[in-house]
T-cell receptor, first 112, second 116 residues
């Protein structure tokens, strides 16, 4: 079946540190891949996406590259800020008419 | 340009009562998804609807839960005879008529249901 596996949290980093959150997937077809972010008490917001192999999604300093050979879509940011503290969800969607499959989320706390 | 609107934001129900959660999708969106988020857990898919049509309800519990998305008005997630285990955050998301697998979903702020 289709599924997403994210690295376990919580993750605590100092401001300006480098961030990597690992995400790997299993898909029955050719998926599109997404990263969503959830701030406390809020819904999920789309952070970035990639729809085909080797595509790089980027937004607000975050990047993720669609790696078909390793079935991965790791999220990275070169220098995190306190305002990046949130829960990050990796997700995939295989076909039109299908649901989005989400990982369990990775909680990030950035300390000054 | 309003986003996905869910109401109420917080809902308290006693065991055995009914809970009705509403979701108004973004303007122009014809597809709605409902997800449930339990404390310390990820998002669990419940149901995927198009106007007047259920596309995928594979995540819906077989009893007490139902969803609709009428031609006019918001999508409704209805939980009958609520139990404590129904306490969770329920998120609605909407998307355009499918433009392919890259079509993203936009989420509302959720309804936090507490059953006492």
């Amino acid at each position: 079946g289709d599924s997403v596996t994210q690295m376990e949290g919580p993750v605590t980093l100092s401001e300006e540190a480098f961030l990597t959150i690992n995400c790997t997937y299993t898909a029955t077809g050719y998926p599109s891949l997404f990263w969503y972010v959830q701030y406390p008490g809020e819904g999920l917001q789309l952070l970035l996406k990639a729809t085909k192999a080797d595509d790089k999604g980027s937004n607000k300093g975050f990047e993720a590259t669609y790696r078909k050979e390793t079935t991965s879509f790791h999220l990275e940011k070169g220098s995190v800020q306190v305002s990046d503290s949130a829960v990050y969800f990796c997700a995939l969607r295989v076909n039109t008419g299908n649901q989005f499959y989400f990982g369990t989320g990775t909680s990030l706390t950035v300390i000054p | 340009n309003a986003g996905v609107m869910q109401n109420p934001r917080h809902l308290v129900r006693r065991r055995g009562q009914e809970a009705r959660l509403r979701c108004s999708p973004m303007k122009g969106h014809s597809h709605v998804y409902w997800y449930r988020q339990l404390p310390e857990e990820g998002l669990k898919f419940m149901v995927y609807l198009q106007k007047e049509n259920i596309i995928d309800e594979s995540g819906m519990p077989k009893e007490r839960f139902s969803a609709e998305f009428p031609k006019e008005g918001p999508s409704i997630l209805r939980i009958q005879q609520v139990v404590r285990g129904d306490s969770a955050a329920y998120f609605c998301a909407s998307s355009h008529r499918d433009r392919g697998r890259g079509t993203e979903a936009f989420f509302g702020q959720g309804t936090r249901l507490t059953v006492v």
